[in-house]
Nanobody
Framework: QVQLVESGGGLVQPGGSARLSCEII????????KMWYREAPGKDRKRGAV???????WYDDSVKGRFTISRNNERNTNYLYMYKLMPNDSALYYC????????????WGRGTQVTVSS
């Protein structure tokens, strides 16, 4: 059984930075896309960044140039580095894994809250 455990959320001032972590517990077989989604109150969950085996391959326009997705293989942990945070970045951030070939295996974390406010 694979579990994803997010951490690193909290209260951040506008213009500030934060790092989210997603620890992967359990064994994965095959190649997976590593993604971060976010869900703001009253809005749909939206994909923000995608990391493939070759590296970052996609960012939503709303975060492009401000967020960076990465991975530490030794720690089996994915990261989302967030810079120049704005109040509309406030959301529940979710870690997601999806098998890159079959798309049949999908795993979600429980989310970590990021609130950008002064």
């Amino acid at each position: 059984q694979v579990q994803l455990v997010e951490s690193g959320g909290g209260l951040v001032q506008p213009g500030g930075s934060a790092r989210l972590s997603c620890e992967i517990i359990g064994d994965l077989y095959g190649s997976f896309f590593k993604m971060w989604y976010r869900e703001a109150p009253g809005k749909d969950r939206k994909r923000g960044a995608v990391l493939a085996e070759v590296g970052p391959i996609w960012y939503d326009d709303s975060v492009k140039g401000r967020f960076t997705i990465s991975r530490n293989n030794e720690r089996n942990t994915n990261y989302l580095y967030m810079y120049k945070l704005m109040p509309n970045d406030s959301a529940l951030y979710y870690c997601n894994l999806r098998h890159s070939i079959t798309h049949a295996q999908v795993y979600w974390g429980r989310g970590t809250q990021v609130t950008v406010s002064s």
